[in-house]
């Protein structure tokens, strides 16, 4: 019975507290965390040389007005650069995920790689504030075309992680349940179990909210809005199932004092 006992809380140790929107750490993160500051510094530059010729309207003025935006745009081309190449990492090195997503996800980043690679060989040849504004333009709506795709990917990935530490955890509160039946006044145990059974059940809603979100990450429309919006139910899952891990672990504990 000792052993029985053992096998259930090793099993659910094993489960840990993870359902981590992003979940893998690496140098491709840091890398896009860094071009993400270069990319605010550099609109900050941009912005204070626009305001700079609102007031001193010279040639030279109006040239930083360029120089300065070309710079900004390579930069916001570099950031979101940068966060494709993080996506695609963290996807191939996640044992979790399957080679259909790893390929979607690969598949993706390779083809905005090149639009990106595009872009930027369009924004070197601006020379003009028109030619400037422009291709801002084409780039606002080319920034949510370049993550779109990605982000639903990483969107399903990340559901399909969710989906696997709940099964996990629902196994794991049958096995605890199936042994606290056998033992006599084993209310409190069968309480805490009822407990962790509702918690899994609103993390799986959850779960399924964030997979129906992710599916409209669609452009036109508010992909990156829907984006957040999936990952926040993620965010709420993975507090649903920490609760419902403390409840199954008190349950082992009053089940190990017997």
């Known amino acids: 019975m000792k052993k029985t006992f053992l096998t259930i809380a090793v099993i659910t ?33 941009y912005n204070q040389t ?7 309207k010279t040639p030279e003025n109006q040239q930083k007005i360029v120089n300065t935006g070309k ?25 979790r995920a399957t080679d ?31 030619e400037l504004g422009v291709e801002t333009l084409k780039l606002i709506g080319g920034y949510l075309e370049l993550l779109t795709d990605v982000a639903r990917n990483v969107g399903a990935l990340w559901v399909q992680i969710g989906n696997t530490l709940l099964n996990q955890a629902s196994d794991s509160e049958a096995k605890l349940r199936e042994a606290a039946i056998k033992l006599n006044d084993n209310a409190d145990i069968i309480a805490k179990l009822d407990q962790a059974k509702q918690e899994l059940s609103t993390a799986q809603t959850n779960v399924n909210s964030a997979e129906a979100t992710y599916k409209q990450v669609k452009n036109p429309g508010q992909p990156l809005i829907k984006f957040g919006e999936g990952n926040n139910y993620l965010r709420s899952a993975k507090a649903n199932l920490l609760n419902a891990q403390q409840q199954m672990f008190q349950a082992f504990s009053l089940i190990s004092a017997k």
């Open 13 to 45: 140790m094993l489960l840990g507290p993870v359902m981590a929107v992003g979940a893998i750490e690496s140098g491709s993160k840091s890398a896009w965390l860094g071009a993400k500051e270069a990319s605010k510094t550099a609109k900050t530059v």
């Open 71 to 95: 710079i900004y745009l390579q930069a916001a081309l570099d950031e979101v650069e940068a966060w494709l190449l993080w996506k695609n990492t963290e996807a191939q090195n996640d044992p």
């Open 50 to 56: 626009q305001l700079n010729y609102a007031t001193d």
């Open 100 to 130: 259909a997503i790893k390929n979607s996800i690969a598949s993706d980043v390779e083809k905005n790689l090149s639009k990106i690679n595009n872009f930027r060989q369009e924004v070197s040849e601006v020379t003009t504030q028109v």
